[in-house]
């Protein structure tokens, strides 16, 4: 069933101004203004309407789109990693991999809705599109941008700011974009468990094991949760965040891929990634591992992501997570949208 969106968008204004006003005290200090003074009512209706025109037709008022659920090596199938939370017309991007600007037009879902732009960790696959993507945000009219993530978002804006200043100037000059709309945003680091609030739905940061720092995020409107895990190994800390969760996008780890007839099947190793043979470390979990903190977390949908180019064996692979864990398996595919 599809969800009505055209109604959803005409109590969105009001809404959106009370949970500004009401998030803004629950946030901590650092983490910047993150309420912008209102657009005039003009120029936000004319957007309004030209968004409900082609918008993506949600499944629900809360749901979790896989927009690209690939791997570092480039797959014309899968793009790279990147989920979308939305809630009432809200978008909140997790990941940005290679590939997102082109599901999300695809979808016809404009990049100047999304407001909150937050990474698990800073490796390249998942944060490679970051830039065009907000720049894109800011010129499509979002006045509410926002940044979250580990240490070094506050960096990674600045850069932006620093090395693109003369093509922003050109182009706020062209389109009458006020710079200050991307220059003067919120934007908050992330060290743990944390928790705050983007327009009605309140979210939880946990730190996971992986080569660098990472983050695992749940968010929860309406008594309805999704969890995104990041990439990890196995974690007492997600089960934790992930206790009870409608959703769980989880890293697919070591899935079994299909063979060639004849061929037999095993469980690929879980990958490793570092410098050197020798100083390796493991990246991402087994499916014992997954099965376990899925089933440990009691989640009911669990909604596998981060797959190499190739064919999975969905059989072997469903198999032998059901072992440990009894919930709804689900093979994310690009642009599905799961609801809780
Ligand atoms: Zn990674
Ligand atoms: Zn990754």
């Not at 983490?31 to 209102?38: D, F, V």
């Not at 797959?75 to 989920?83: I, K, L």
């Not at 009432?88 to 879902?109: E, P, W």
Request: hydrophobic share 35%; glycine share 10%.
């Amino acid at each position: 069933m599809r969800y009505p969106t055209r109604k959803l968008f005409h109590g969105l204004h009001l809404a959106s101004a009370v949970v500004c006003l009401s998030g803004f005290l629950v946030l901590s200090p650092g983490g910047g203004a993150w309420c912008q003074s209102p657009e005039p009512r003009n120029d936000s209706l004319k957007r309004t309407e030209a968004a409900i025109r082609d918008e993506f037709q949600h499944k629900g008022p809360f749901s979790v789109i896989t927009v690209g659920t690939g791997a570092p090596r480039y797959s014309p199938e899968r793009s790279g990693p990147c989920a979308l939370v939305h809630y009432k017309g809200h978008y909140f991007i997790v990941d940005m991999g290679n590939g997102t600007q082109a599901r999300l037009h695809q979808a016809n879902i404009r990049l100047g809705n999304l407001e909150a732009f937050l990474f698990t960790h800073f490796h390249l696959d998942h944060s490679e599109e970051f830039i065009p993507l907000l720049i894109n945000a800011w010129l499509q009219g979002q006045d509410n941008l926002k940044i979250i993530g580990p240490p070094g978002v506050k960096e990674y804006h600045a850069f932006l700011l620093s090395f693109y200043k003369d093509d922003i100037a050109y182009r706020a000059r062209r389109t009458g974009r006020p710079v200050g709309k991307i220059r003067d945003i919120g934007i908050r680091e992330l060290t743990g468990e944390e928790t705050f609030e983007l327009s009605g739905v309140s979210v939880r940061s946990i730190e996971v094991p992986h080569t660098v720092y990472t983050l695992a995020y749940r968010f929860d409107a309406e008594g309805e949760s999704i969890v995104i895990s990041g990439d990890l190994t196995y974690s007492e800390n997600l089960i934790r965040l992930a206790k009870g969760a409608d959703v769980l996008v989880m890293d697919s780890g070591g899935y079994i891929r299909a063979k060639k007839q004849g061929a037999p099947r095993r469980e690929r190793p879980p990958r490793r990634s570092g410098g050197g043979n020798k100083a390796q470390v493991r990246a991402h979990p087994s499916l014992k591992e997954i099965a376990t903190m899925a089933s440990k977390a009691g989640v009911k949908k669990l909604v596998l992501t981060h797959f190499a180019p190739g064919v999975i064996d969905k059989e072997a692979t469903s198999r032998a997570i059901r072992q440990t864990f009894k919930g709804e398996i689900v093979f994310g595919e690009d642009l599905m949208e799961v609801v809780p």
